[in-house]
């Protein structure tokens, strides 16, 4: 009896031990979501990497668990993998040979953790991937010297994150070994000098700077670099090196935030379109040149390097003339300065110019000839000044597309417009207009192609011509008819 009753429980419970192995063995996917090749396994409270995910994985996603160390053999079963995602993890450590099998692996992200308790063996994981070429390091309270034990020997590295870190001095060994390097984010940490850090980076060409603590950037000249961010620190200078005839390919420079007293000395050949100077003390000291009001002021200042004896710049503070290379320049933002006056032809050498942004600055007269403004010059903010008087003479190549400006000037009444029924614009076949009399009629709408004009102009003439050959064709004696009775007429005499 009791051997009848045990065999009953056991037929009972058969179903739920079956139900219970299958889940067992079953892959665990329900953490992580599968598309195609890509594991996301974000916010799943994962303590270690899962396993049982399909062996040809080339992107896994750990974001927002709880791994703190990732083991030798965690990523055994994923030789395939080409991107890895680690962030906001609590990891602080990676085994020496995690890494080993991943030979494929070009993307690893490892952002907010804290590698800074496990870094010397971090490293040595980092250095068994021969093709990395995007490296986050961001957030992981992370100094100098930790920064240089990581990235030895990443000779492969095009793009590298280590913002939000504790770096404060970079020098020539900082990068030494990342010659591919492209793209470098340097931001928000507490880094006051970085003298030779980029000389062995021949390839970099976009580099932020921003949220840090430098004091000055001279001897600029990193001629293959396309963006700079260097906003928010304490910059007082920037310069670049003088001696140099190659063209500079920067394009975009941002030292807005920052302590600039003059405008910065660009290069002599480069071919930058945005310039960022909001919220500095800039203004222009032309009225100085001569020396006469104050003459007992320096006309020089001399950067040394204390580091190194040689290398060391002058600059002649007064003059206007080393603005640089500014004939490619789209936007100049000079928001938030003391500019009281452009020095005679500055605008004059920006013949591209769309937008200027003087909003919040000490201007008191503007002459919108004598500036010489570009015809190109779309967006022009003098708002939050000094101006009692703009004057605005015959000739300026005014776009009459883009006149709502005018109609501003005309119902304020705290600015007194000098010469305004003077004022003259182009339209889009270079006609001139004045501008209180145009017709918005001929302007096309925005968004909408001007070369539609222009094929609409051949297609209604191709029409009206084809049309008189129908009716010749239909009709062929009326029109001689026609000119009988109009040129065949009895003179009278």
Known sequence: MPVARLQRILLCLLPMWIILSTASSHPQHSICQLVQRTAVCNNGKLSSVPARLPKDLEELQLNDNNIQTLQNNSLLDYPSLKTLSLACNSLEKIKSNTFQDLKLLQSLNLAHNYLHVGYQETSHALKTLPRLRALDLSENKLDDEMIATLLQNLTSLEYLNLSGNLLERLDETSFSDLHQLKEL??????????????????????????????????????????????????????????????????????????????????????????????????????????????????????????????????????????????????????????????????????PVLSRLQMRTNCLETLNLTSEQFSGSLYELDVSNNRLNQISADVGNPFNCCQIEWFGAFETTKTINMVGQSHIECKDLFQMRHRVERFQAFWCYQKGEPIWWYFVLVPICLSFVGITIIVLLTSKPKKLPMSIKKKCLKRTSY
């Open 185 to 350: 984010d340097l931001q928000r940490n507490i880094m006051y000098e970085i003298d030779g850090a980029f000389d062995s980076n021949p390839k970099l060409q976009r580099l932020n700077l921003a949220f840090n603590y430098l004091l000055c950037l001279t001897d600029f000249h990193m001629t293959q670099l396309v963006v700079l961010n260097v906003s928010h620190n304490f910059i007082e200078w920037f310069s670049s090196r003088q001696d140099l005839n190659d063209t500079f390919l920067l394009e975009t420079l941002d030292l807005s935030d920052n302590r600039l007293f003059f405008f910065p000395f660009l290069p002599d050949h480069s071919h930058l379109r945005n310039l960022y100077l909001s919220q500095n003390n800039v203004r222009f000291y032309e009225h100085l040149v001569d020396n006469s009001t104050l003459p007992n002021t320096t006309t020089t200042v001399e950067f040394y390097n204390m580091n190194k004896y040689t290398g060391n710049v002058t600059v002649q503070l007064w003059d206007e003339s080393i603005h640089g290379d500014i004939a490619s320049l789209e936007i100049l933002d000079l928001r938030g300065n003391q500019v009281q006056y452009f020095p005679q032809g500055f605008i004059h050498k920006m």
